[in-house]
């Protein structure tokens, strides 16, 4: 990979590339745990986490929130938006190379301003594509997933594909016919789709059919149009219950995969997870993982981490490494990721003003899941966890209850056999010993 920044403006001043100096390191700007070339079970650590960085939350969160204005002041902005956005592509790579992540991600309107019509849009978008693709060819970073930005502009404030006005769902289908011809053009692994403002604020105004059946529509034909003119990759439903509507339609993995799946998209789509909005669902992170996982269908995850005393999406890096030890378990257990990975859709908080907090945060996450993958490996590589759970289920293995699993009794045969059979004994789901092995493996055994 090429330092970008090499030979152009520099945004990231005094920052070089980031290197891993290992856990005794006193270095802010150094990885403690991430060294990308370690081996784990016949993969390197990049290749096991490929780390995405979000666009939106690096190079365009400001710090605004309801009660200030911006904090982040971003040394690219320009005052034509074209030239600020060609200066952002620079300082986007500059932090990629830098930070040494092999993926990003983005929304159309991050990287490219939206014109005053669907055809000046179009052609903001297609250049700063171009330049997105040169940049890509002279790091060989590349495209995790994009997606498009249809939720910020007001037309959308009654949704998009589930608004009830024609004309709005027809503006959200340029936008996306815009991003999917991107998405070729960059080689893009994944296309995602983050339901916006699909949803509702109140029931009184709100046919939910009819409104789902266009949601299924508009998602058909995205697909359709996106086979069409040559994407291979994966498209991605991203679950979300709440936020900006009181009620989102794809509220969690389990809602998304049955939608996908009463639709004939399940071929096609798959989750992309989000570890706060699984936790705003009132689910774990793993759990949304793991129910991805046994429907076949866990795609890609947003890496970030929520405030357990906050219910909202604060989309902050992950530090936890309980979370990301967890995670990497489900994730090793399908096999890893074919076309998803680990996108930090996290953001610095708003008083974070340094220049290297950004790199900081980053390295921090990254950090994390490379700990997260280190203890999930060696929980497998072990087995013990895992047999333990297997064992639980024993009573399915052979004899009656095997014959139960083959559908080979009836509701009757099944009475009788508890009339024969009397009281079972009590069998102890040991949820506390599982905890302290789990401890023993973080902090224990080598
Ligand atoms: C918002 C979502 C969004 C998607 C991309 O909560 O996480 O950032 O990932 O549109
Ligand atoms: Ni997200
Ligand atoms: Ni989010």
Redesign the pocket.
């Known amino acids: 990979m090429k330092d970008y920044f090499v030979g152009n403006a520099e945004y990231f001043k005094g920052i070089g590339k980031i290197k891993f100096e290992g856990s005794g390191s006193d270095n802010p700007l150094a990885f403690k745990f991430y060294d990308e070339k370690k081996i784990i079970d016949g993969k390197s650590m990049k290749e096991h986490l490929r780390f995405a960085v979000?666009y939106?939350h690096s190079f365009c969160n400001d710090g605004v929130d309801p009660f200030g204005s911006a904090t982040h002041v971003f040394p690219w902005a320009d005052k034509d938006h074209m030239t600020g956005a060609i200066k952002k592509a620079d300082a986007a790579f500059e932090f990629f190379t830098k930070l040494g992540v092999p993926y990003y991600c983005f929304?159309d309107r991050d990287a490219s301003p939206e014109g005053n019509t669907v055809l000046e849009s179009e052609k903001n978008l297609e250049k700063i594509t171009g330049i997105l693709k040169d940049r890509q060819d002279e790091t060989g970073v590349k495209l995790l997933w994009n997606?498009a930005?249809m939720f910020s502009h007001p037309r959308y404030m009654n949704g998009v594909a589930t608004n009830p006005d024609f004309s709005v769902l027809t503006h959200g289908a340029a936008q996306v016919k815009a991003a999917l011809d991107s998405n070729v053009i960059l080689g893009g692994q994944g296309y995602?789709f983050?339901g916006?403002r699909e949803g509702y604020m109140t029931l009184f105004n709100t046919d939910m059919k009819r409104e789902l059946d266009h949601l299924a529509s508009f998602l058909t034909l995205s697909r359709d149009y996106g086979r069409k003119i040559g994407f291979k990759g994966t498209f991605y439903i991203?679950p979300?219950p709440m936020?900006p509507s009181k009620h989102q339609y794809d509220y969690d993995a389990g809602t998304v995969i049955a939608f996908l799946k009463a639709n004939g998209l399940d071929k096609d789509f798959k989750c992309?997870i989000?570890a706060n909005?699984a936790t705003l669902a009132g689910h774990s992170f793993e759990h949304d993982l793991q129910v991805c996982v046994d429907a076949g269908m866990l795609g890609s995850v947003?890496a970030n981490i929520g405030d357990t005393q906050n219910g909202w999406?604060t989309d902050q890096f992950p530090t936890n490494v309980y979370d990301t030890a967890r995670a990497m378990q489900v994730i090793l257990s399908m096999g890893g990721f074919s076309t998803g990975g680990l996108n930090f859709?996290a953001r610095i908080r708003r008083n974070s003003t340094d220049q290297d907090d950004l790199f900081i945060a980053h390295i921090g996450g990254m950090d994390t899941f490379a700990l997260g993958l280190e203890i999930a490996s060696k929980i497998r590589e072990e087995g013990k966890l895992d047999k333990m759970r297997t064992d639980r289920y024993s009573s399915y293995d052979s004899g009656l209850g095997s014959d139960f699993e083959k559908g080979k009794f009836t509701l009757e045969g099944l009475r009788d056999l508890a009339a024969k059979r009397g009281e079972p004994d009590a069998n102890s789901g040991k949820q506390e010993l599982y905890e302290n092995i789990l401890n023993q493996y973080m902090f224990g055994k080598n």
């Open positions: 979000a939106w929304h997606t930005n995602t983050w916006g991203e979300k936020e992309n989000e909005h947003d999406d859709d």
